[in-house]
């Protein structure tokens, strides 16, 4: 299994402003997985982080956006930019271990 | 890549009862077929997986089973109980994708 904390764990933030998550992993990992969940719907993937490496995205998301950093094998942050109401979500952080994903608690966002 | 389709989306049962949720995907390279689910408020978590050389597997109340040549695998939950109310996620891949194409979910209520 792996163990994987986020923080915050739920933020409420104004139009225009940005927001760091940050996810831990329990142990050093090759990938990490950012996600988000609209209220309501599937999971979607943003992006999958590499260290040492630019993150790969998805089609709808740009860098822009949703700035990624993995400055090691444990961590790694995502940012959600400029924010809209539409961006009201949860984010989670995944990593995979034997086919499994397992994923962060999630961090609840609304923005007003 | 992957077109997941999962059905119902929406799946009320009486205690005690069964319960089957069925996913179809596309891509004929798909090797792992897991079953996630989801608590109201909580982080997706695998409950049961099969891989594509196994046609059915079970563990106490629930069990999976694949048909590869119709390209659709299938989750039951036996003798149903108010905690299985969650919502149930199915997410096909192949070994070489490193992320995930989940269902769009099946909101499972059991009623007392």
């Known amino acids: 299994s792996a163990v994987i904390s986020q923080k915050p764990s739920r933020d409420i933030c104004q139009r225009g402003t940005s927001l760091t998550i940050q996810c831990q992993v329990d142990?050093?990992?090759?990938?990490m997985f950012w996600y988000r969940q609209q209220p309501g719907q599937s999971l979607t993937l943003i992006a999958t982080a590499n260290q040492g490496s630019e993150a790969t995205y998805e089609s709808g998301f740009v860098i822009d956006k949703f700035p990624i950093s993995r400055p090691n094998l444990t961590f790694s942050t995502l940012t959600v930019s400029n924010m809209s109401p539409e961006d009201s979500s949860i984010y989670l952080c995944?990593?995979?271990?034997?086919?499994?994903?397992?994923f962060g608690p999630g961090t609840r966002l609304t923005v007003l | 890549g992957e077109n997941v389709e999962q059905h119902p989306s929406t799946l009320s049962v009486q205690e005690g009862d069964s319960a089957v949720i069925k996913c179809t995907y596309s891509?004929?390279?798909?090797?792992?077929f897991p079953w996630y689910k989801q608590e109201l408020g909580k982080r997706p978590q695998l409950i049961i997986d099969i891989r594509s050389n196994v046609g059915e597997k079970k563990d106490q109340r629930i069990a999976v089973t694949l048909n590869k040549t119709a390209k659709h695998f299938s989750l039951h939950i036996t003798e149903t109980q108010p905690e299985d109310s969650a919502v149930y996620f199915c997410a096909p891949h192949s070994g070489s994708a490193r992320q995930l194409t989940f269902g769009s979910g099946t909101q499972l209520t059991v009623l007392p």
């Open positions: 142990s050093q990992v090759t990938m």
């Open positions: 891509d004929s390279a798909s090797n792992y």
């Open positions: 995944s990593v995979e271990r034997s086919d499994t994903q397992y």
